[in-house]
């Protein structure tokens, strides 16, 4: 009788064990302590979903983050004939004391004089929403607005976030936007105040660890004298004709964010002077070169 074993076919090689990554991912490591004053509910190791939602928080805006600049733009590629409007000026404050920075970061003044008034060679950019290219709004409505900003997020994120928004204190935002004369820049400046300074540092500083660790985002610009501000611009899109770019950085108890939005090459050194200028006006006095 004949073996019917002599007929089958070799048992295949076990596949090897599979191998530990020798590389670390950088979003698992534990998240920094000094987000604690922000996340205080935070897992003790970060998850890409746990990142997502804190970097909505951080990203904080009513304006959507420079959205508006692609269709203003687009309109002022379709009609450059349009005469320019005149030159809108923000109302610069006396040498009285109208504004400023304590030693310690505690700023005074309204948002809107710290805000950067209209420079040279732009003039006042399209609306925010609904709330116009120049506003403050109080901490009452801002907290409100951001809350509503993340209605699409999943019951359990939601409430996450919106509690972590309470626990920064917000008193204001002020909101500002310029366009080039040249029409081939917009910019989206927001100013966010809030009485919990350890959390506007640690926002801006998860903000630059976690773009960096991210490694999808090119690299924007340094600010001179300004060494924790961090730029980013998105993977570039082929055939694109436009670009973005956002930037973070913190000033005691302010948060300032700024949008740039233009033509493909951005001019990346106009939007970065524009946040000098702006980072240098409310910069805490104890922290100056």
């Known amino acids: 009788m004949t073996d019917e074993t002599t007929n089958l076919p070799p048992e295949p090689e076990p596949l090897p064990e599979p191998q530990p990554d020798s590389q670390p991912d950088p979003l698992s490591e534990p998240l920094p302590e000094s987000l604690s004053a922000v996340f205080p509910e935070a897992p003790k190791r970060k998850s890409r979903k746990g990142l997502a939602l804190a970097l909505a928080v951080v990203l ?21 004939k349009q005469s320019a409007s005149r030159p809108w ?28 008034p209209m420079p ?15 506003t403050e709004l109080s901490g009452k409505r801002a907290v409100t ?37 040249g029409g081939d820049l917009v910019i989206e400046t927001q100013i966010v105040q809030m009485k919990n300074k350890q959390a506007a540092r640690s926002m801006t500083d998860f903000y630059s660890a976690f773009t960096k660790a991210l490694g999808i985002y090119r690299n924007g610009p340094k600010i001179s004298g300004h060494d924790k501000a961090r730029c980013i611009l ?12 956002t930037c973070q950085a913190t000033e005691g108890d302010l948060l300032i964010t700024m949008t740039a939005t233009g033509t493909s090459p951005l001019d990346k050194t106009s939007a970065a002077d524009l946040l000098k200028q702006q980072l240098d006006r409310v910069q805490d006095p104890g922290e100056s070169a």
Not at 120 to 134: K, L, M
Not at 234 to 245: A, F, N
């Open 60 to 80: 904080v805006g009513v304006g959507g983050g420079g959205g508006i600049g692609y269709a203003v733009l687009k309109h002022q590629q379709d009609d450059k």
């Open 89 to 116: 000026k923000a109302p610069t404050p006396k040498k009285t004391g109208a504004y400023g920075a304590q030693s310690g970061g505690s700023h005074y003044g309204t948002l809107g004089k710290l805000l950067l």
């Open 120 to 134: 040279d060679g732009y003039t006042a950019g399209p609306d925010i929403a609904e709330y116009g290219n120049d």
């Open 145 to 181: 607005l951001m809350k509503d900003s993340y209605r699409d997020l999943s019951a359990k994120q939601r409430k996450a976030a919106r509690k972590a928004v309470d626990q920064l204190h917000i008193e204001g935002i002020g909101m500002r936007t310029y366009s080039s004369n």
């Open 234 to 245: 998105p993977p570039k899109t082929p055939g694109s004709k436009l670009d973005s770019m």
